[in-house]
Structure formats: structure tokens, C-alpha cells
């Protein structure tokens, strides 16, 4: 099951806007990545639509994703997904090893992910048994209103 995907688009806040009217959700600035906006949709399972600039890239910063931007060869892909899997971290950990590809456990504050690069470029935030309940609480629309609204506040009064 998705739960969130991100997408680079050349006008993230328009598309964010027509989004939101198309799913009768609602969107919001995404602080993260500056020009970025989220549309959140109503239902039980946390779907959102992250929208980025078209020239952004996801990289595996040192400790967790960071956002690179600008005229850069593209290496990694601005596309990611929240997937809710049925397995372990330590089965996909197995997996990733086998594979050679980076996993790490995550603490994004309001939640907790597996990041699991495809290929060392391809994102996806995994969501075992374990993780999926927290996740899906703070999607809750309220829940992000308020996240969103305290995180804006905390990047102002920086």
C-alpha cells in the first residue's frame, strides 16, 4: 500500500492546488524543501502527494534523505514513496545487504521509517507492521495542519 509519493513538477504549487481540488484534500507549504507543497488527502491512509521543484534531487545525506538543487547531473531520482510492507526491518535489512544498497532506520520526528534505496538511487520509506500505526496517526489532517503550521512558525523565528 502507498501512503505518499513525491514528484518534481514545474509548478508545485499550482499542481498542488488542482491536486487538492481533484481529491478533495488540502495542501500546504512543504518546509522541508523550500517551493515544495504536500496535498493530503482525507482517508485512513495517510495519502499525501509531495510536490518539489522540477530540479530537485533526493540524496542520502549523512544521516538521513537530504534535498539537493540546481543544474547538476541526475544521479539520484526526486521520486519516492511511503510503501506499508509485511516483513521486518531486520528481513529488509537482509535484503538491502544482499544487495548492496543503503538501508537505515529514520526518526522523522513524527514518525519513523525504513529508508531503503533502490539501486543506491530510487527512495522508498518502508513501513513495517511495527511503524505503519505512528505513521498513520500523524496523517491524521489535523495532525499535519498542526506539524506544518509549528514547522513554518520554527523556520520564521530562526
Same mark, same amino acid.
Given at each position: ?8 513538477? @514545474? *509548478? =508545485?504549487?499550482?499542481?498542488? @492546488?488542482?491536486? %487538492? ?9 512543504? =518546509? ?9 488527502? @482525507? #482517508? #485512513?491512509?495517510?495519502? %499525501? ?11 542520502? *545525506? ?10 547538476? =547531473? ?21 535484503? %538491502? ?9 529514520? #526518526?522523522?520526528? =513524527? ?37 506544518? @503550521? ?7 523565528? %530562526?
Amino acid at each position: 500500500m502507498f501512503h505518499h509519493i513525491s514528484v518534481a513538477v @514545474n *509548478d =508545485p504549487s499550482h499542481v498542488s @492546488n488542482v491536486l %487538492a481540488e481533484v481529491l478533495q484534500g488540502r495542501r500546504f507549504p512543504f =518546509p522541508v524543501h523550500e517551493g515544495s507543497y504536500m496535498v493530503v488527502n @482525507n #482517508d #485512513d491512509y495517510g495519502t %499525501a502527494i509531495e510536490l518539489l521543484p522540477a530540479d530537485t534531487q533526493l540524496i542520502p *545525506d549523512l544521516q538521513e534523505v537530504g534535498f539537493s538543487s540546481g543544474n547538476i =547531473p541526475q544521479t539520484f531520482l526526486s521520486v519516492h514513496a511511503a510503501i506499508s510492507v509485511s516483513i521486518s526491518q531486520e528481513e529488509i535489512e537482509q535484503i %538491502a545487504y544482499r544487495e548492496g544498497w543503503l538501508v537505515r532506520f529514520c #526518526d522523522r520526528g =513524527p514518525f519513523k521509517v525504513i529508508e531503503f534505496w533502490v539501486e543506491n538511487k530510487f527512495l522508498i520509506e518502508l513501513l513495517t507492521p511495527a511503524l505503519v500505526n505512528e505513521y498513520l496517526q500523524f496523517t491524521k489532517p489535523e495532525n499535519f495542519e498542526a506539524f506544518f @503550521n509549528q514547522t513554518a512558525l520554527d523556520l520564521v523565528e %530562526a
